[in-house]
């Protein structure tokens, strides 16, 4: 079993930065991969970023490549999301969560979900 926490959510000006953190617990040597999500009012779950957790491999969604960057820290059992020149659009509850085998951006695919981060950025 593993358990997933999010933090770091809040308001930001468009333009800013954030950062928000996956904390990971229980049996996480059963990761393969850990993902993040966001999903916006009336719009489906969308992939944001993803990371293999032995590999360090990264993958982007498009509408967040060059302005968003994940990374891990194995010690810590922790991944995170830094996220510059933020947009409006960037406004949704963002969830981690936990992939052993399936399809990266595919959300059914994944495991364990932590409760989700709000992040809000405004104009």
């Known amino acids: 079993q593993v358990q997933l926490v999010e933090s770091g959510g809040g308001l930001v000006q468009a333009g800013g930065s954030l950062r928000i953190s996956c904390a990971a617990s229980g049996n996480t040597y059963t990761v393969n991969t850990v993902g993040w999500f966001r999903q916006a009012p009336g719009k489906e779950r969308e992939f944001v970023a993803g990371?293999?957790?032995?590999?360090?491999?990264?993958m982007y969604a498009d509408s967040v490549k060059g302005r968003f960057t994940i990374s891990k820290n194995n010690a810590k059992n922790t991944v995170d999301l830094q996220m510059n020149s933020l947009k409006f659009e960037d406004t949704a509850k963002y969830y981690c969560?936990?992939?052993?085998?399936?399809?990266?951006?595919?959300?059914?695919?994944?495991?364990?979900w932590g409760q989700g981060t709000q992040v809000s950025v405004s104009s």
């Open positions: 990371i293999g957790w032995d590999s360090g491999t990264t």
């Open positions: 969560a936990s992939l052993r085998i399936g399809e990266w951006k595919n959300a059914d695919d994944y495991d364990t």
